[in-house]
Every structure is written in structure tokens, then in C-alpha cells.
């Protein structure tokens, strides 16, 4: 399972940075192209942070839409799928966003 090896990967950097610090919230972006499924990472999440310093913490999941720019029309159009076609009916595209997958930021309690 894909998204338990990137969640857990997640965990291992937020430890590795904060330590034994009590975290509260994490908050991930995770772009609509990235072929992550965010719903399997909120799953993976609560698994993974039992018995650590990110026991209960909430998870807030941004999912930026993708976008991309047509190199036949000069276009830019938003992609919410993997099909990388502009509306001109070229598929000579370059991807602008929508690939991100990235810790946006994290929030640690007070002892
Ligand atoms: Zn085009």
C-alpha cells in the first residue's frame, strides 16, 4: 500500500525534526495529480501515529487542483484528472500543479 509507505515517511520527518514534541495538527498538501489518495492517508495516518508523539493529532489535507499549460495554444486550463488534454485537443502539455505532495505545516502542543 502505497499511501502507508508515504504516510509513515510523513511521521519519520516530523519526528526526525521535532523530536518527543507533542504534535496537534498536521497539515498536508496533497495535489489532486499526485496519484495519492487522501482519504487512504487519513486511514494510515491514525494507524501509524498510535503509541508516537503524533497520538490524536488532527490531519487537514489540502488537495490544489491541478493545472497545466497547452505548448500548441499557449493555453493554461485546470486538470482534475489524470487525462492531460487541453481544449484546443492538443495533449502537448506541461503540468503547472497539481503534483505536490508536501507537509504545509504542523502544530505542537505546549507540555
Ligand atoms: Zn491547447
Redesign the pocket.
Known sequence: MHEMAITQSVLDAIVARLGEAPVTCVRLEIGRLSGVVPDSVRFCFDVLCAGTSLEGARLDIAEPAGRAR??????E?TLDDFILL?????AD?SVLAGRELRIASVEVGHV
Open positions: 497547452c505548448r500548441d495554444c499557449g493555453g486550463f487541453c481544449p484546443c485537443g492538443s502539455v
